[in-house]
């Protein structure tokens, strides 16, 4: 029984314990850097996204036109589920308002844009953040 306790919670030790170094240390140093270095290398992948709770986190994103695109490997996209809501996006410097929401039917597009945005990354994971801007 102790190495099944060991097994189960061994794994979910790290997770947590990622999830902490993330949301304690690795966030809020991406923020301060979009933040104070607009115009820099992290800035022209990763953007600021305030999501309709007011939880802002940063993200790696594709922009097409008015349309914004993420990929959420977390739950926190989540709360987009039940249809979305209003949200900014602070790319390079500028803040930009604009519908969020989820989108989980259309397959085609996830895979066109994951294949632009995580060219790397294995298709079957993310969930697709899209931000239809004003």
Do not use: C
């Amino acid at each position: 029984m102790k190495w099944v306790w060991i097994a189960v919670g061994g794994p979910l030790a790290l997770v947590v314990a990622f999830g902490a170094y993330q949301s304690l240390w690795a966030n809020p140093r991406a923020i301060r850097e979009l933040r104070e270095d607009p115009q820099g290398g992290r800035a022209k992948k990763v953007m600021l996204l305030t999501l309709p709770s007011g939880k802002s986190l940063p993200v790696n994103y594709l922009r097409d036109g008015q349309t914004v695109y993420a990929a959420a490997d977390f739950p926190w996209w989540r709360e987009l589920k039940e249809g979305g809501g209003r949200g900014s996006v602070l790319i390079q410097g500028e803040t930009h308002h604009g519908f969020v929401r989820v989108e989980l039917e259309d397959e085609t597009l996830r895979d066109s844009v994951f294949e632009r945005l995580r060219p790397t990354a294995p298709r079957f994971l993310g969930t697709m953040v899209v931000v239809d801007l004003d």
